[in-house]
């Protein structure tokens, strides 16, 4: 396997329990600094792929690699190593209550141990981007669905990940919010981080040229930009 693919499935399958497999015979590559948007009707399978890319689900069969390790294999105890470095953003924020919105963003680089100098040098530049530099000290509860997503992709975002995976994440946006976070991943992208974005919004993937890895039923396709699937079921 190239040692220049940050992501590689190999026939995978994923089923919970003894249901029928919700992932099959998924096969493809991601190489270090790609950029994908994940579509697919509800129910194809979406989710699952990405708990298995940030490493919240193991597969029943076939093999995955990532970081140029065989995970199946990986000591459970090196596991953490490995997803400090995903970013993952998710659809229901997943923020902490009790923190500001400063606090949060700042979490992951306070665990990595980053001075404090440094810590809010980065947060407070990361929250002036996405418009919110005059509320480092709000709580989530006082924000909109919008601004918590903003918050939610900073934190997954302050510490510069090697691999970035979101679920939906302008899904409580307006349209000129979504692409402004969308050129902020674009950005995060020309450092060479991997990107990939679960999203049903058309409109937005097409103002950006980038692939398309596509999910019906399960099973997977890999498309250029510009390129629009029909979904035709299960074969």
């Known amino acids: 396997m190239s040692t220049e693919n940050l992501i590689e499935f190999d026939g995978v399958g994923l089923r919970y329990g003894t249901d029928a497999e919700v992932l099959k015979n998924i096969t493809f590559n991601l190489p270090v600094g790609s950029f994908h948007f994940l579509t697919g009707e ?41 997803r400090r470095r995903i970013g993952v953003v ?85 349209d000129k919010s979504a692409l402004r976070l969308l050129r902020l991943f674009e950005e995060l992208n020309k450092r060479n981080t991997t990107i990939v974005i679960a999203t049903h919004n058309e409109n937005l993937i097409k103002a950006f040229n980038f692939p398309r890895m596509h999910l019906t039923n399960g099973r997977l396709a890999i498309y250029p930009a510009g390129f629009m699937p029909q979904d035709k079921g299960d074969k």
């Open 90 to 174: 998710f659809q229901d924020f997943r923020l902490l209550d009790h923190l500001s919105i400063f606090d949060n963003v700042a979490l992951p680089l306070r665990l990595s141990g980053m001075s404090e100098a440094d810590i809010k040098k980065r947060v407070v530049e990361l929250l002036n981007w996405v418009g919110l530099g005059d509320r480092l000290k709000t709580k989530p509860e006082a924000l909109s669905g919008g601004q918590k997503q903003s918050v939610a992709i900073c934190r997954a975002i302050i510490n510069r990940p090697e691999l970035l995976l979101a679920d939906e994440p302008t899904g409580n946006m307006d």
């Open 42 to 82: 509800s129910g194809a399978g979406k989710t699952s792929l990405l708990s298995l890319l940030y490493l919240a689900q193991s597969q029943t069969r076939g093999q995955v690699r990532m970081f140029g390790k065989t995970i199946s294999v990986t000591p459970r105890e090196d596991l953490p190593e490995l």
